[in-house]
């Protein structure tokens, strides 16, 4: 499995941004594939993911307002729509999929089974 991301720099609060997850390599069937992000000096924290079955979301309580995850199916990408962007949104970015579609697994327990390499998003004036 290969997720290679992108769209990550640096934007000012109060933007928006795109991040991108090209995925390729996955031979399973069912899974849920996502983003997770750690801020400087902080744990990794589960953001949301989308089930690869009906493309349902799942989003981390606190992120449900700002953040917008979304599929492209005919060419396997995923993105993260993140509205007024703060400076606490400042992190590496991570996609990542859960085998299985264990969405509270992937958000809550960050039980990953594959991983990007992560692009990193400054919000700074």
């Known amino acids: 499995v290969q997720l290679v991301e992108s769209g990550g720099g640096v934007v000012q609060p109060g933007g928006s941004l795109r991040l991108s997850c090209a995925a390729s390599g996955i031979t399973f069937d069912t899974y849920c594939i996502g983003w997770v992000r750690q801020a400087p000096g902080k744990e990794r924290e589960g953001l949301a993911c989308i089930s690869s079955q009906d493309d349902k979301a799942w989003y981390r309580d606190a992120e449900k307002g700002r953040f917008t995850i979304s599929r492209d199916n005919n060419n396997n990408i995923v993105y993260l729509d993140v509205d007024n962007v703060e400076p606490e949104d400042t992190a590496i970015y991570f996609c990542?999929?859960?085998?299985?579609?264990?969405?509270?697994?992937?958000?809550?327990?960050?039980?990953?089974?594959?991983w990007g390499q992560g692009t990193q998003v400054t919000v700074s004036s």
């Open positions: 990542a999929i859960k085998e299985r579609n264990l969405p509270y697994s992937f958000i809550h327990q960050l039980r990953i089974d594959h």
